[in-house]
């Protein structure tokens, strides 16, 4: 090895390594370097910034957000919500008492127009008809929780085997039940973007209630969600955070020495990918779940228990991406928030597979209309999946050309402007994150989060919690959140408070 890092200058206090600087990661650090016990802390980041999947950017004269958008559930339980007003980041309607009772039971609002593929209009009423409808099933799913088996293995076979019923009891024409069906279809897409799924038939149904949804109007940061982490970053003593340090291989139960520290071993050392080494007592690896199932096999040595790497093989990871339009002119009203797509011939009962690179846009669930900046205007789009990772293969030019097809046919003009530029995301190509966020697949439970939670070595031998882990995967009942994620960088954290200053054990959260 070329040169060798440390994670503190002077012994005395254990040395702690956290892997990965995105909000679980800067959350464990800034509850660890509070405290007196933790003098040697150092944050390894592989990228150049901190944030991980959140990711603001100044672009179209304002701020938009790459990656994490609303902070879900703002109010007095979510610790991202509490964090953020302490620092001052929330405006007043954000931080109402009225917008933190709001429950929303974790929907999202209806859209203010719909557009359907032959250019013409939906009626609002059926699209609200046919939420009602499809919410309602949703909602049902929760009761499978504590149920000894479920009717079927996964969320998406259970809403098409419910929905079917209802079918079948429909009265209207041919057209208007095909109509129906095209809504719920867009319906089932909005939901992969919420679950970060290619399919429903990929969530598992029994853990799916498990989610909890806190209180609150979904809320937005006026100046950008980063301004979050920047401000965790700016409270952590100078140069704790190493940036473009990505982590090759994660050597444990060891006993390691370094020149600098005679006499003195280490159960830990973290190999990184420029070959510098840092030894440790204590690592927190939060790394996103789809970087870790894509080197598993290479991150850990020895390699992780069988039941553990079973557990990260077994939770689904999959990939929800933005798609930004800029606009001169708006072609949508002043009080539209959200637009829905909807593709007539599709149906969530019907199997339809046309090629990738054909029909792509058929995922997209339409989009959300940003806050115009001055006299910018942008459209957020919304896609998961499969399309979702093909569209990140295309070149902007590409994406913008196919969108404003789609847009003139459902408008129905033929001569709309195409938009000025284009953004995105491309979070399952990102290397060091592989896609957007973990959701409880078929074939694994709330227990496999759990058992991903569960710090190293197991079985009690050898030096205590060297490696531990955190980020959104591994909380049970927040996955997918930026509160979740930062809810386990705090548990990692006080778990190494009770064993090094249990006297002075910091007061958990009350959630």
């Known amino acids: ?35 007196s016990a933790f003098p040697h802390l150092r944050v390894l980041e592989a990228t150049a910034r901190a944030g991980g999947r959140i990711r603001s950017e100044r672009r179209f004269g304002g701020v938009v957000e790459v ?7 703002p109010s007095r339980g979510n610790p991202v919500f509490q964090l953020a007003a302490e620092y001052g980041l929330l405006g007043e309607k954000e931080l109402s008492e009225e917008n933190q009772l709001v429950e929303t039971g974790g929907h999202v609002g209806l859209p203010s127009v719909s557009y359907a593929s032959s250019g013409a209009s939906v009626s609002l009423q059926l699209v609200a008809e046919m939420a009602t409808l499809f919410y309602g099933l949703i909602d049902q799913t929760r009761e499978f929780l504590h149920a000894a088996e479920t009717p079927v293995p996964s969320v998406g076979e259970y809403l098409k085997k419910e929905i079917g019923r209802h079918v079948a009891g429909w009265t209207e024409d041919a057209e208007t039940r095909k109509l129906k069906l095209a809504v719920l279809n867009s319906f089932f897409n ?16 029994a853990p799916f209630g498990e989610y909890t949804v806190l209180p609150g109007l979904d809320c937005t940061f006026s100046k950008g969600y980063q301004g979050l982490t920047n401000c965790m970053m700016a409270a952590l003593p100078e140069d704790t955070v190493v940036f473009e340090k990505p982590v090759k291989t994660i050597h444990w139960n060891g006993s390691f020495q370094e020149a600098a520290f005679p006499g003195e071993t280490f159960p830990v050392s973290v190999e990184c990918e420029d070959g510098d080494q840092f ?3 204590h690592v927190i690896v939060t790394v996103p779940l789809g970087f870790l199932k894509e080197h ?5 040595d020895p390699p992780l228990p069988a039941e553990k790497a079973e557990a990260i093989r077994k939770i689904g990871f999959g990939t929800n991406n933005k798609i930004f339009l800029e606009f001169e002119e708006p072609f949508w009203e002043p009080d539209c928030q959200l637009i829905q797509l909807v593709w007539e011939d599709t149906s969530p009962l019907e199997d339809a597979a046309p090629e990738l690179q054909d029909a792509w846009f058929r995922k997209l669930i339409g989009f959300v209309v940003l806050p115009a900046f001055a006299s910018v205007h942008v459209l957020c789009g919304f896609i998961a999946g499969l399309e979702s990772e093909f569209m990140e293969t295309l070149s902007d030019e590409e994406v913008l050309l196919c969108l404003t097809q789609v847009l003139r046919r ?22 060091y994150t592989r896609g957007s966020y973990s959701y409880v697949a078929v074939g694994s439970t709330g227990g496999d989060l759990d058992l991903l939670a569960q710090p190293l070595p197991a079985d009690g031998t050898g030096a205590q919690l060297q490696i531990l882990f955190a980020g959104e995967a591994t ?3 927040f996955y997918s959140t930026t509160h979740g994620a ?3 960088g705090w548990r990692e954290a006080d778990r190494l408070l009770s064993l090094w200053a249990p006297q002075v054990q910091q007061p958990r959260p009350r959630l």
């Open 486 to 488: 930062l809810l386990s």
């Open 190 to 205: 909005l939901e992969c973007c919420v679950s970060g799924t290619h399919s429903m038939d990929l969530v598992a149904l």
């Open 410 to 431: 459902v408008t129905g003009n033929p001569r709309l402007p195409a938009p000025k530029s284009v953004l995105r995301s491309r979070w399952h190509s990102a290397p």
């Open 279 to 281: 030894l440790a007592h």
């Open 475 to 477: 909380h049970r009942t």
């Open 67 to 73: 990656g994490a958008h609303w902070i879900h559930g």
């Open 296 to 300: 598993l096999d290479t991150f850990f």
């Open 1 to 35: 090895m070329e040169s060798t890092g440390s994670v503190g200058e002077a012994p005395g206090g254990p040395r702690v390594l956290v892997v990965g600087g995105g909000i679980a990661g800067l959350g464990a650090a800034q509850r660890l370097c509070g405290h």
